[in-house]
């Protein structure tokens, strides 16, 4: 029985096949939710909170990342192995309904930006990227893109690789549009979103340190990136800024529990 339990484990974390219709099943979220199950191994499933909550946010196989965590178990000795079942059996069923039932932070998260009037022979209005990071400038989760949406045949989205940081971190794995992210670019000016946290999953992250980072990039022109830090979860109201040199302006934050 310890075999078959050990050999059933192993069959449900090898990696599934990435799907062409979704943006979330790629090999980078099939290697977070890998490397996710070594750390809840390494840590005796300490962490396993916290990891609830970062499948949740990063659309993770809640069941793989376990059961990748079990087969280290299994590899380690099968008394692990038994001691990871167990915790299985019991403690996860309990977090994981405590998950479930904890109440909603939800919060209001308002962003404005300032796009720069420039004077120069030939003006293109940028691409502007928005995102959320963790403490270790790790990618969280994607607010808003604007790109040229008009441009036939989708080609607007050839130069969204020249907002670098934002591409190596996310945008090179999705297709675009992307429903309730990507949008049009913007006229010089003071522009605002809005972003309701339990409507974007938000309220889901794990209390901590986070930034918004906003990346500009402007064909025949510059790039530039910046970061606003902010605490999660907001128990009271917050406000930051961060003023940017060339291709953006002042960048302003406010989280409103």
Not at 2 to 30: E, G, V
Not at 106 to 113: F, Q, T
Not at 207 to 223: I, K
Not at 247 to 254: F, M, R, T, V
């Amino acid at each position: 029985m310890l075999m078959r339990l050990m050999s059933d484990l192993c069959t449900i974390a090898q990696p599934a096949a990435p799907c062409a219709s979704s943006n979330f099943f790629t090999q980078s979220h099939l290697a977070y939710g890998n490397a996710l199950g070594d750390n809840l191994f390494e840590n005796d499933f300490h962490l396993l909170p916290n990891a609830l909550a970062l499948c949740h946010v990063r659309r993770l196989n809640v069941v793989r990342v376990l059961a990748r965590a079990a087969r280290w178990q299994a590899s380690a000795s099968p008394f692990r192995l038994l001691k990871g079942v167990r915790f299985m059996h019991v403690r996860y069923s309990f977090l994981l309904g405590a998950a479930l039932t904890s109440p909603v932070l939800a919060a209001d998260l308002a962003v404005k930006v300032e796009i720069p009037r420039l004077t120069v022979a030939e003006y293109h209005r940028p691409y502007v990227a928005f995102w959320i990071e963790d403490a270790n400038q790790s990618f969280v989760q994607n607010l808003a893109v604007w790109y040229d949406v008009k441009m036939k045949n989708n080609d607007g989205t050839k130069w969204l690789k020249d907002m670098r940081q934002w591409w190596r971190k996310s945008g090179r794995e999705l297709t675009m549009p992307v429903d309730g992210v990507s949008g049009a670019t913007r006229a010089p000016g003071e522009h605002t979103l809005s972003f309701n946290t339990k409507k974007t999953a938000l309220d889901k992250l794990p209390a901590g340190e986070y930034a918004l980072v906003v990346e500009a990039a402007r064909e025949v022109g510059g790039r530039e990136l910046i970061r606003v830090p902010f605490q999660w979860p907001a128990k009271s109201a917050q406000a930051a800024s961060a003023q940017g040199e060339h291709e953006l302006g002042k960048i302003s934050l406010q989280l409103k529990p």
